[in-house]
């Protein structure tokens, strides 16, 4: 290199070649970073997918699916239905069968007619279903189904399960609570008396 007279050339410092000694390493303050966030998104997705599992299982407790009996009798029957004479509905296994026993055995066994004036008895009204075939029955059998809708009513609500149509229904629940209570204050000289008209209907719960 040419330089000035009477000047020193300027010295320069070599520079070490760093590749000779090995790749250059990352601070380990960085890896530690990324392996402590590592952990901890893996700690958050697993309490999400606990919390979340719990919640729907919760929720599935709570609100189970709806159990149907279809729209026929043969339907019904192949999806595991029986009557309840409680409610009136077929109903599947699930559904509660609170009071069935006792409403059954209170007077050996309700009668059920095809008109008012009494006409001819029905022997199983679990076949007479839908709007545009009712039957006729006593007000003392009216009374017996408020009073044992009531108990099953008491008992979801007390226990949880299952609730039928009837047990969901809060006006049909007004109205029975509202009878039992006027034949209290008001007893009735007619309970014998065919006046009371109904149905039969698929239920579910």
Request: net charge negative.
């Amino acid at each position: 290199m040419y330089s000035a007279i009477g000047q020193k050339e300027p010295k320069y410092d070599v520079l070490e070649d760093e590749s000779a000694h090995g790749e250059l390493k990352a601070p380990r303050n960085v890896y530690r970073g990324w392996v402590w966030h590592l952990i901890i998104n893996c700690i958050l997705g697993i309490a999400f997918a606990t919390t979340l599992t719990l919640y729907l299982r919760l929720l599935h407790e709570i609100n189970p699916p709806k159990l149907e009996c279809g729209k026929s009798i043969h339907e019904a029957i192949s999806r595991g239905c029986t009557f309840d004479y409680v409610t009136k509905l077929w109903l599947p296994a699930a559904c509660p069968r609170t009071g069935i026993e006792g409403y059954t055995n209170l007077s050996g066994g309700w009668k059920y007619y095809t008109a008012k004036e009494g006409g001819a008895v029905i022997e199983d009204i679990s076949v007479v279903l839908g709007a545009n075939h009712m039957w006729w029955t006593t007000e003392r059998e009216h009374l017996a189904h408020c009073a044992y809708l009531l108990m099953r009513v008491a008992e979801v609500a007390a226990k949880g399960g299952r609730r039928d149509m009837d047990v969901l229904d809060y006006e049909h629940t007004k109205h029975c609570t509202m009878l039992l209570l006027d034949r209290s204050l008001e007893p009735s000289p007619n309970l014998d008396e065919i006046s009371v008209l109904a149905g039969g209907k698929f239920g579910s719960c």
